[in-house]
């Protein structure tokens, strides 16, 4: 990470020619990059960041069902649903729900 010596917001790296190029997004500064730095874009997640894959005969621990919430699919209004805390901690969890004819998975956000 580089910020710019002008107006100190942060810069990012671009590839021009096979060359680093560090180009401020605030002012425009550029500033040549040292020529053994790599750029990637592959970002690695934690354990914790992964992808949720809900198969269809698993459900994930916790899972209730309840009646009165309507699929926008097939108008059913039997569902399961379960709360999984998808953002900081001080805000609220997400309620997702599946329905239980189509299997169609949406998410509520309190």
């Given amino acids: 990470?580089?910020?710019?010596?002008?107006?100190?917001?942060?810069m990012?790296?671009?590839?021009?020619?096979?060359?680093?190029i560090y180009?401020?997004?605030?002012?425009?500064?550029?500033?040549?990059?040292?020529?053994?730095?790599?750029?990637?874009?592959?970002v690695k997640h934690s354990e914790t960041e992964?992808?949720?894959?809900?198969?269809?005969?698993?459900?994930?621990?916790?899972?209730q069902k309840m009646r009165g919430v309507l699929c926008?699919?097939?108008?059913?209004?039997?569902v399961y649903f379960w709360m999984l805390q998808t953002r900081a901690a001080d805000e609220p969890p997400t309620r997702f729900y599946k329905c239980t004819r189509c299997g169609k998975v949406w998410r509520e956000y309190e």
């Fill in 1 to 10: 990470m580089k910020f710019c010596p002008k107006c100190k917001s942060m």
């Fill in 12 to 20: 990012t790296p671009r590839k021009i020619n096979g060359n680093v």
């Fill in 23 to 42: 180009k401020c997004v605030k002012c425009g500064y550029e500033d040549e990059g040292p020529r053994s730095q790599i750029i990637s874009s592959k």
């Fill in 50 to 63: 992964r992808t949720i894959v809900i198969e269809d005969q698993q459900l994930p621990a916790g899972t």
């Fill in 72 to 78: 926008s699919k097939c108008g059913n209004d039997e």
